[in-house]
């Protein structure tokens, strides 16, 4: 007769939960996969680079930033680049091919994604790194900071101070977060273009697909426990923070740059539940 164990418990449950991860990443990428235009090794490498940036790159160089002087060595954080490698220039080709985009024809059809005048990608380009430093400042002071055991994690026990004093003490002690920040916001940007470029689903479904690429590979291994971050809370505190702030990220991202607008009441739909009344109005 066998006897119940607490080891053979967690080994179940660490590799259910490791399963468990495997197969949400494998749906997110096979649905960008999916839902692409493209094919053939065009779709292969531009999802290959834009996978790679958005999990390993765009995350470790904020290891880097934050945790080189806590749980990263210099040993361990080249290895933490070279890591993503597989996954995202080996398994996506891969599943390319597995599910049927290898050689299948591509869509032809006109594609405004993206395409709009150079005037437009720099406000636009401002305004997503401006929506990022909110995003990006907000979840981490109101989600993540309100946790007593992150902040100890990071050197700064005791009481949180207030929103705009924590604000001011950041900006005084680490000018440079938020110019790292806002190049972040660019490197995001930047790996979001690949999906919005290549989607042939409509704004809301490649908002979708952009929000899950920049959350959901990225955090869900935060269940995991991990020599990084050894505190459960302090990665639950991390996971809903960062795969919030990015998924709404995400969404303005495709938002903003699916196609060109026209004027702001385009940009926010306005024109469009016009034009819709006028037509309804002229059926009636």
């Given at each position: ?80 680049f070279l890591m993503g490698i597989p996954p995202a220039f080996v398994f996506i080709p891969l ?124 955090n869900i291994g935060h269940i995991l426990a991990n020599p990084l971050l050894p505190i459960a ?52």
């Amino acid at each position: 007769m066998k006897t119940f164990s607490f080891k053979s418990l967690f080994t179940w449950a660490f590799r259910f939960a490791l399963l468990y991860i495997l197969f949400i990443v494998f749906f997110v990428i096979a649905a960008m996969i999916l839902a692409s235009r493209w094919s053939g090794w065009k779709l292969a490498i531009s999802l290959a680079f834009a996978y790679y940036g958005a999990v390993t790159f765009l995350m470790q160089i904020e290891t880097w930033y934050f945790l080189s002087a806590i749980t990263v060595g210099p040993q361990l954080l080249p290895r933490l680049f070279l890591m993503g490698i597989p996954p995202a220039f080996v398994f996506i080709p891969l599943a390319v091919w597995i599910l049927g985009k290898g050689r299948a024809p591509a869509d032809a059809s006109p594609n405004p994604a993206l395409v709009m005048p150079a005037r437009q990608w720099m406000w636009k380009l401002a305004a997503i790194a401006v929506a990022y430093l909110i995003l990006y400042w907000g979840a981490g002071y109101f989600i993540a900071w309100q946790n007593p055991e992150l902040r100890a994690f990071y050197g700064q026990p005791g009481e949180a101070a207030p929103f705009l004093a924590h604000l001011a003490d950041t900006l005084r002690d680490d000018p440079m977060l938020f110019p790292f920040q806002i190049l972040r916001a660019m490197l995001w940007t930047l790996c979001a273009l690949p999906v919005i470029r290549g989607s042939r689903f409509n704004l809301w479904w490649t908002a979708l697909l952009v929000g899950l690429l920049f959350s959901v590979p990225q955090n869900i291994g935060h269940i995991l426990a991990n020599p990084l971050l050894p505190i459960a809370s302090v990665r639950l505190s991390h996971m809903i923070e960062t795969a919030s702030s990015t998924f709404l990220f995400g969404v303005i991202v495709a938002w903003l740059l699916h196609r060109e607008h026209h004027s702001i009441k385009d940009l926010f739909g306005i024109d469009l539940v016009r034009a819709l009344q006028d037509a309804e109005r002229a059926k009636a």
